[in-house]
């Protein structure tokens, strides 16, 4: 079946604007993660998804980074009034037990 | 925070050659994962580890979850061109989020 899908696949935004990152995970994976990766970097945790529930929101930087997911499917990763630190590749990732997570593509953010 | 730590950072290899690579955790896991990255992708998973000592292949390549549950080891033997790119090691606790080494950047000379 299909992968993890996210897109848009890039987003060139002017810093202080909002955007939206959105993610499909695989189809009946139950757990869903978001992740930030900075250029040559590591990965970052943000969030983690059981089913519409958020057991662990730790990882976001600040109130300006929220995240929901709807009918244990999609996750939309919105950040507000965006600053050039959040220019990073942003990672979703879905798993069917919690025991390994498949990731999508990412979404490259820059923030000019 | 949980710290991973992986080794080497980096490493410049002559086709054929086998390479190692670990990852060592300052707490115990009880998931270990190994991913390949390459340019413009997202992580692709290669092998996933549940148990003590547990040793698994996947081709030519070989991980094994460390006796302390605080270590991993990813081993590729006879490494050819498209072997190429970052492997990142990541580790978790109790069925929540995962954490991930820096990564290791595998260069291969044909």
């Known amino acids: 079946g299909a992968g993890v899908s996210q897109s848009p696949s890039n987003k060139v935004t002017e810093k202080g604007k909002d955007v939206e990152l959105r993610c499909d995970p695989i189809?009946?994976?139950?757990?869903l993660y978001w992740y930030r990766q900075s250029l040559g970097q590591g990965l970052e945790f943000l969030i983690y998804?059981?089913?519409?529930?958020?057991?662990?929101k730790s990882g976001l930087p600040s109130d300006r980074f929220s995240a929901e997911r709807t009918g244990g499917s999609v996750s939309t990763l919105t950040i507000q009034r965006t600053q050039q630190e959040d220019s990073a590749v942003y990672l979703c990732?879905?798993?069917?037990?919690?025991?390994?997570?498949?990731f999508g593509q990412g979404t490259r953010l820059t923030v000019v | 925070g949980q710290q991973l730590n992986q080794s080497p950072q980096s490493m410049f290899i002559q086709e054929g050659e086998d390479v190692s690579m670990n990852c060592t955790s300052s707490?115990?896991?009880?998931?270990w994962l190994w991913y390949k990255q390459e340019p413009g992708e997202g992580p692709v998973l290669l092998i996933a580890?549940?148990?003590?000592?547990e040793l698994t292949s996947n081709g030519r390549l070989t991980a094994q979850f460390g006796i302390t549950r605080k270590d991993s080891f990813l081993n590729i033997s006879a490494s050819i061109p498209s072997d190429v790119g970052i492997y990142f090691c990541?580790?978790?606790?109790?069925?929540?989020?995962?954490?991930f080494g820096s990564g290791t950047k595998l260069n291969v000379k044909p």
């Open positions: 998804f059981q089913g519409n529930s958020a057991p662990d």
């Open positions: 189809s009946g994976h139950t757990a």
């Open positions: 990732a879905s798993s069917p037990r919690r025991t390994e997570a498949f």
């Open positions: 580890l549940y148990k003590a000592g």
């Open positions: 990541a580790g978790q606790e109790n069925f929540n989020k995962f954490y």
């Open positions: 707490s115990i896991f009880n998931t």
